[in-house]
């Protein structure tokens, strides 16, 4: 069974999306996190995807706050991600009600540490953030395309103990034209353990059948359900 799992993105504390991961195409949805997370458990939601974006600018965590507010009332699985750079960053997430962390841009640039992670709270609480552009992994809050093939990077995760991996197309993201199906199957096929989680692009409900039918463990969707091309009622049929 896909899990869905709702986007909440934070700057200044409230709920916004941005298109392609830039900041100067903001738009802000609901001020109050805390009533759009309840109205995701409300629907039967079960997980959700709460992006820190202040803190991935300021590499650490600003909007911890928020995340203890959610987690504190609601019973929602909370992946917590943004600014986590260091282990005393980590700690204070799960300490503030994150099941599990995102590790993004420091998976790429700092592996050792992210592997120490893995070593420490155990793969189910580590996501590895694959965020690409076109074949390869994008950096740098995503303004740039490293030359390290998203494939190869996966893979080196898996063989240190990694499963879960958020694959975020950032040429899509925010922008309501379809998901990369056909890299997120190719992946399944050339790597059959990871445990993929869909992000960006989802737009409809037969993007999530597609994705469904690829075998993906998740999908992310943020713009989509903001936006009403995706309802909370139309996410009925997905859930368990």
């Known amino acids: ?35 759009v997370a309840k109205r995701f458990e409300a629907n039967g939601i079960k997980r959700l995807h709460l992006v820190d974006l202040d803190g991935a600018r300021a590499r650490k965590p600003v909007n911890l706050n ?16 943004g ?19 995102t590790a993004g841009s420091i ?3 700092e592996p050792e540490k992210v592997k120490n992670w893995l070593l420490q709270y155990g793969s189910d609480k580590i996501i590895i953030g694959a965020d690409f552009k ?20 996966m893979s080196g995760y898996l063989k240190t103990g990694a499963k879960l991996f958020i694959c975020t197309d950032v040429s899509k993201d925010g922008k309501l034209q379809g998901p990369s199906t056909n890299t997120y199957r190719h992946l399944k096929l050339t790597l059959p353990d ?11 409900v037969q993007d999530l059948k597609e994705l469904q039918e690829i075998g993906v463990t998740g999908a992310i969707i943020g713009k989509a359900i903001y936006e009403g091309t995706i309802t909370l009622k139309d996410l009925a049929r997905f859930l368990c």
Not at 83 to 91: C, F, N, R, W, Y
Not at 134 to 153: C, H, M, R, V
Not at 194 to 204: D, E, L, P, Y
């Open 134 to 153: 076109g074949t390869n992994i994008a950096i740098s809050a995503w303004t740039e395309e490293s030359k390290y093939p998203l494939q190869d990077f």
């Open 83 to 101: 600014g986590l750079q260091s282990d005393e960053a980590v700690k204070l997430a799960f300490d503030a009600g994150a099941a599990q962390i």
């Open 194 to 204: 990871a445990q993929i989680i869909a992000s960006g692009g989802v737009t409809t």
């Open 107 to 109: 998976a790429v640039r």
């Open 1 to 35: 069974m896909m899990e869905i799992i709702p986007a909440i993105d934070l700057i200044g504390g409230q709920c916004v999306r941005l298109t392609e991961g830039d900041f100067a195409q903001q738009t802000t949805y609901d001020n109050n996190p805390l009533e």
């Open 66 to 81: 928020v995340l203890e507010r959610i987690a504190a009332n609601t019973n929602l699985t909370i992946d917590f991600g």
